[in-house]
């Protein structure tokens, strides 16, 4: 049964930082392409951030440019998105997503989602 559990979010300040994390199990998590999506309410959800198999590859959304940085350990089937200069349009629910690969498709899967809230 494939999981996906986030942790770490919670109430911060402007400028403040905060470090999410994502736990899989259920597949083989070195084999998979991480990523952070995020959604405000009222808004659709959006890519933070992805990672590669080997973390040797990272990607952005502009508006987090410069301020998140993900990363993850392979050994502990964990990815981490680390917040730093929080501002409060960075508030939303954020979700993992592992990208799996299989013979001729792909599969996705979420996490339930850790509610990150900006706001002094």
């Known amino acids: 049964q494939v999981q996906l559990v986030e942790s770490g979010g919670g109430l911060v300040q402007p400028g403040g930082s905060r470090r999410l994390s994502c736990t899989a199990s259920?597949?083989?998590?070195?084999?998979?392409?991480m990523s952070w999506y995020r959604q405000a309410p009222g808004k659709e959800r959006e890519l933070v951030a992805h990672?590669?198999?080997?973390?040797?590859?990272?990607n952005y959304a502009d508006s987090v440019k410069g301020r998140f940085t993900i990363s993850r350990d392979n050994a502990k089937n964990t990815v981490y998105l680390q917040m730093n200069s929080l501002k409060p349009e960075d508030t939303a629910v954020y979700y993992c997503?592992?990208?799996?690969?299989?013979?001729?498709?792909?599969?996705?899967?979420w996490g339930q989602g850790t509610q990150v809230t900006v706001s002094s």
């Open positions: 997503n592992a990208l799996t690969s299989w013979p001729g498709y792909k599969l996705a899967y």
């Open positions: 259920g597949f083989t998590f070195s084999s998979a392409v």
């Open positions: 990672i590669t198999t080997s973390g040797v590859t990272t």
